[in-house]
């Protein structure tokens, strides 16, 4: 069965630093999504993208994220300086349309220190 | 944002039906229901989802009230691997999941 997948499972960084948060999406999908959920709490929407752009993205998303798809098989979330309340878990999620259902990968455990 | 209710918390025994109700009475006529769950340690998974007509796979059942302004996810047999945060999101068109807190389901052996 086809799946997200994520990589690495669990990264460890020190505040400031940039990190990149890798993800597979399901081949024939169009729309990819990252999310994230702090211990304990909601899952939240960060970023949605499709056709090479940024379709929405939430408050969480400013200036210090930025998302690409750079191969047309990976699609990357990138923190530029990374704050000890960025750790979370990022899941990658993708999608064939809007009103379909999404596919979540296992996520990314990112630890800042 | 869209807003659902569901209670936060469900136990029912090993291998009986769970029906997980949900009220989303600010849903739009062309919202489509949703239902994702997530299992411990893991990501979100889909379940189902449904626009008016009760909906059914191999997973479980969509029961979608008349009026729209409530579901039910029902599970036809539970087993100890539906122990999960169960979530009910109404889409208002756009592509983002909006996640509540769920109704953590516990089953009992």
């Known amino acids: 069965e086809p799946e997200v997948t994520q990589t690495p499972s669990h990264q460890v960084t020190q505040m400031g630093q940039e990190v990149i948060l890798r993800c597979v999406p399901i081949s024939n999908h169009l729309y990819f999504y990252w999310y994230r959920q702090i211990l304990g709490q909601k899952v939240e929407f960060l970023v949605s993208f499709y056709n090479n752009e940024i379709s929405e993205k939430s408050e969480i998303f400013d200036d210090q994220f930025s998302v690409e798809r750079p191969d047309g098989s990976n699609f990357t979330l990138k923190i530029r300086s990374t704050k000890l309340e960025d750790s979370a878990m990022y899941f990658c999620a993708s999608s064939e349309g809007t009103i379909t259902e999404a596919f979540f990968g296992q996520g990314t455990r990112l630890t800042v220190v | 944002d869209a807003k659902t209710t569901q209670p936060n918390s469900m136990e029912s025994n090993e291998e009986e039906p769970v029906h997980l109700p949900c009220n989303h009475s600010t849903i739009s006529g062309t919202d489509y229901i949703h239902w994702y769950r997530q299992l411990p340690s893991q990501g979100p998974e889909y379940v189902i989802h449904?626009?008016?007509s009760n909906v059914n796979n191999r997973m479980a059942s969509l029961a979608i009230a008349e009026d729209r302004k409530s579901s039910t996810l029902i599970l036809h047999r539970a087993t100890l691997r539906d122990a999960a945060v169960y979530y009910c999101i109404h889409r208002f068109g756009n592509e983002k999941l909006t996640f509540g807190t769920g109704t953590r389901l516990t089953i009992i052996p």
């Open positions: 449904g626009l008016t």
